[in-house]
């Protein structure tokens, strides 16, 4: 992989709404701190060597709101693109991953509501495709008991067994990939996504992650060593964390 391939980018999809976190702006752009997690969101992936380029993969009708907000926190000149993002996650990573240059080997994807994720964190993602893996992503171990059960909206849902969480791992962005990749994967997706339209009755299962479309066809997802700190925001009660993290952070000179 030479010297251009080799310095990662980096796509941030914040078209969502993020409903979970009650009615108001759209999530990525709620505060934290006085600062919208987008901002420390890239501020975060801004500060990793490895990375030379981030694009934002904004609301379409709020491109221009985002620039202005990036400019306005002090990252006027960092190397970052906004573009206007889809209607899913999946769109939106997509039309950020078509921004990208075509010499750029290695591709972050990261959530806009992980805001405190460390740099180290993106760095050992980054490594990790440059030694040569295809998929990889951050995850923690589980420290509660989990439990498969029968889904049963508003009543008692039996369950179906207890799984080994010595096995289990809690998964985090940014998750990188090998660029051909993480493009094959899309237009894979594309393409099922495009044929089961056409096909009355078929569902296709829910891919969450972009490490989940790697392994719905076939290839290889490798685990690196995640950080507490880097949880998603998505509930209030997250957000009140998320502001105690940041505290401690700002009180011993860390942010």
Do not use: C, W
Not at 13 to 38: F, I, M, T
Not at 99 to 118: C, F, K, M, N, T
Request: proline share 8%; glycine share 10%; hydrophobic share 50%.
């Amino acid at each position: 992989m030479n010297a251009t391939a080799a310095v990662a980018a980096a796509v941030v999809p914040a078209a969502g709404r993020g409903e979970r976190l009650g009615p108001g702006a759209p999530k990525a752009l709620r505060e934290l701190g006085g600062v919208p997690l987008l901002v420390h969101a890239v501020r975060a992936l801004t500060r990793s060597r490895a990375v030379g380029l981030v694009v934002v993969a904004a609301p379409a009708d709020g491109v221009a709101e985002v620039v202005a907000l990036l400019d306005s926190h002090g990252l006027e000149d960092k190397d970052i693109r906004v573009v206007a993002g889809g209607s899913t996650r999946q769109e939106s990573v997509r039309l950020g991953l078509a921004a990208i240059p075509a010499e750029v080997g290695i591709v972050l994807v990261h959530d806009a509501a992980r805001p405190l994720v460390p740099v180290e964190v993106v760095d050992a993602v980054a490594s990790a495709v440059r030694a040569g893996a295809e998929a990889v992503v951050p995850a923690v171990p589980l420290a509660d008991t989990v439990k498969r059960v029968e889904p049963v909206p508003g009543g008692p849902e039996p369950v179906l067994d207890t799984p080994d969480r010595a096995t289990l791992r809690a998964v985090q962005t940014p998750q990188g990939f090998r660029r051909d990749t993480l493009a094959e994967v899309h237009a894979k997706a594309l393409a099922e996504e495009s044929t089961a339209e056409g096909a009355a009755g078929t569902a296709l299962p829910p891919v969450t992650d972009d490490a989940g479309l790697v392994e719905r066809f076939g290839g290889r997802v490798v685990v690196v060593p995640g950080h507490e700190e880097a949880f998603k925001v998505t509930r209030p009660l997250d957000l009140v964390l998320a502001e105690a993290v940041l505290a401690r952070r700002r009180a011993a000179d860390a942010y």
